[in-house]
């Protein structure tokens, strides 16, 4: 079975510029949370959607949004990229909102 | 605020020896508690502590929750080279509708041979 898929690997924006992130859960599972890592620093939690609706989110500024659809993918949204918002991003499912999250591979996003 | 606070940042011990990884939290509303090894990618599930006193075990790494004192242990015995990585705990929060993972810095640990 497919585990979490994420996409694109690697990706390279300049200031100001906006991103749109993917997720594809594992097969059967209906939440998706989505983490921020900094190098050398744990996942901060940005949100969890669970059956399209958000259900958590953390202290990240308005410029983050994201959206779950009916095949419980999701997408992460960053609008006007600043430096510092150079990271890798994870997204992790799970098939309920406290149930052990699994993690896809990630997006490395560089923002020059 | 809520945050968990793992120790110590970074050991480095020899292969054979047998590490203990320190996980103490402070947080509102918490519903369980998990481990996680990251080596160059995603991190990769490890455990999830949701009651005190039961160990959970797997091969050489066992993990323990003690909820009294608000706190968790992740013992290697007999540590490999391929177990170095950076060690995570992270604690699930249930806030009303908010839920949330409040992770760790994380313990790197380095295997020698």
């Known amino acids: 079975d497919a585990g979490v898929t994420q996409s694109p690997t690697h990706l390279i924006k300049t200031r100001g510029q906006h991103v749109t992130l993917r997720c594809s859960p594992i097969?059967?599972?209906?939440?998706v949370s989505w983490y921020q890592q900094v190098l050398g620093q744990g996942p901060q939690f940005i949100f969890q959607?669970?059956?399209?609706?958000?259900?958590g989110r953390g202290n990240f500024p308005d410029r983050f949004s994201a959206r779950q659809f009916p095949n419980y993918s999701s997408e992460l949204n960053v609008n006007a990229l600043l430096l510092g918002d150079s990271a890798l991003y994870l997204c992790?499912?799970?098939?309920?909102?406290?149930?052990?999250?699994?993690f896809g591979p990630g997006t490395r996003l560089l923002v020059l | 605020e809520d945050k968990v606070v793992q120790s110590p940042l970074s050991l480095v011990v020899h292969e054979g020896d047998t590490v203990t990884l320190n996980c103490s939290y402070e947080?509102?509303?918490?519903?369980?508690l998990l481990w996680y090894k990251q080596e160059k990618k995603a991190p990769t599930f490890l455990f999830m502590l949701?009651?005190s006193g039961i160990e959970k075990k797997s091969g050489r790494l066992s993990s323990i929750l003690d909820k009294k004192e608000l706190f968790s242990i992740l013992n290697i015995t007999a540590t490999q080279t391929g177990d170095s990585a950076i060690y995570l705990c992270?604690?699930?929060?249930?806030?009303?509708?908010?839920?949330?993972?409040?992770w760790g810095l994380g313990t790197s640990l380095a295997v020698n041979p």
């Open positions: 992270a604690v699930l929060s249930n806030a009303g509708n908010n839920r949330k993972l409040i």
């Open positions: 947080v509102t509303n918490f519903r369980s």
């Open positions: 949701t009651s």
């Open positions: 097969s059967g599972h209906k939440s």
């Open positions: 959607y669970y059956e399209k609706e958000e259900r």
């Open positions: 992790a499912s799970s098939w309920g909102t406290e149930e052990t999250q699994y």
